[in-house]
């Protein structure tokens, strides 16, 4: 029976002091977080789309440029990095962690090890991969600076049996478990997917099961809420359904979803882009805040949403840096203003 906090294992206490000052920092208003931990695989795709070759120097000469964009850091509340990343140094010998760092945010990890098809369930469901070993692996990255942690599970709308969905919400539990035994904090991220030509209802619906069943899983492991920050889609129809939904829509439908499904004493929602154009990530957002009435701060943590653009500017050159510089600090700027409700569409015409 579930009552009294059983003993930890390993450390064998929970810093919930510690974890939920690092969890409200990562959402502080007017700051959020960058996305940078795309697998190499993941980034390929991006660099393909710029005509860039997926090397590792290319990959930290890119990564550089953004956490030495000090204009644009001061939106940015914490970065997720890839495992290549947080042990990488710049091309000047400091690693990439303490840049991050000196420009005032917190450096994370991802620490999910990609999807596999889960056998047995729907074809085509994806469970997450990586528990085996986290618990080794965990301490050396707090050794490293990491003071948060990310994992991904991935869910289709149009493809999902409870029993994949129970797989990725108990791995969730389990990675969040492990997080905090280890004073990290975990973001953890169920993603529904915007790409298929499903309805904003539908969205609304499945999202909510997956929450609910998260939120479950993480009570039964005793998961400390006040020391995780949630990473959740918005409830958008998906990227092929006839009819779209209007900025007031979405942000009614994911205020409404989120209200039934998340406890108030988690400190803070930071959302993905899913693919959404960079712009819309922004109005969403900042439509959410203006509404409020929610007890948790809303943010951003975005990958394409906010590297799309200075992907584009840089294309792999060096002279391109400060344009990219630019372009960067543009999107943090509107989406640091979104996750205070103070955007509006004529500052996006402003130069950054
Ligand atoms: C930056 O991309 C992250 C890693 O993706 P892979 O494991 O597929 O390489 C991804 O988890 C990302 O953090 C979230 O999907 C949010 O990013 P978007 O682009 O949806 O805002």
């Known amino acids: 029976m579930r009552g009294v906090r059983p003993a930890k294992t390993g450390r064998g206490h929970v810093n919930l ?38 090397t590792e120097d290319n990959r930290r000469d890119y990564r550089e440029l ?21 042990w990488q140094k710049a091309k000047d010998g400091a690693p990439l962690v303490k840049l991050i760092e000196q420009a005032g945010a917190i450096p994370g990890i991802k620490v999910d090890e990609g999807t596999r098809p889960l056998h047995g369930a729907k074809p085509g469901e994806l469970v997450t991969k ?13 050794e490293q600076g990491a003071r948060f942690a990310k994992w991904r599970a991935v869910i289709d709308p149009t493809n999902l049996s409870y029993a994949g969905l129970l797989a990725n ?5 389990r990675y969040a478990n492990l997080c905090q035994e280890f004073d990290i904090v975990p973001i953890v991220e169920p993603e529904v997917l915007m790409d298929a030509d499903n309805d904003i209802d539908t969205t609304y619906a499945v999202t909510e099961w997956v929450l609910k069943e998260t939120f479950q899983q993480l009570y039964y492991l005793n998961v400390a809420l006040e020391g995780v920050v949630l990473k959740p889609n918005m409830i958008v129809p998906g990227k092929k359904a006839a009819k779209q939904a209007s900025v007031d829509e979405v942000a009614e439908k994911t205020i409404k979803c989120l209200k039934a499904c998340v406890p108030s004493v988690v400190p803070g929602i930071a959302f993905l882009s899913g693919g959404q154009s960079d712009e819309l990530a922004t109005a969403h957002l900042s439509r959410m805040n203006e509404i409020g009435g929610f007890p948790w701060k809303m943010t951003f943590s ?35 203003l979104a996750s205070k409700g103070e955007w509006k569409p004529d500052l996006e015409k402003q130069a950054a």
Do not use: C
């Not at 528990?131 to 965990?138: A, H, N, S, T, V």
């Not at 584009?312 to 391109?320: I, L, P, Q, V």
């Open 17 to 54: 002091e510690a974890l939920n000052k690092v969890a409200i920092a990562m959402v502080e208003p007017g700051r959020g977080i960058l996305a940078a931990d795309e697998s190499t695989g993941t980034i390929k795709k991006r660099f393909d789309a710029i005509s860039v070759e997926n």
């Open 169 to 173: 919400a108990h791995a969730l539990a």
């Open 130 to 142: 990586g528990l085996d070993g986290l618990d080794k692996r965990l301490p050396k990255y707090y």
């Open 66 to 86: 953004m956490f030495r964009a000090a204009e644009a850091m001061k939106y940015v509340s914490g970065v997720i990095l890839f495992d290549e990343t947080i």
């Open 302 to 336: 975005y990958g394409r949403a906010l590297q799309a653009a200075p992907q584009k500017a840089w294309s792999g050159k060096a002279e391109n840096v400060a344009k990219a510089q630019a372009a960067f600090l543009h999107r943090a700027r509107m989406n640091g």
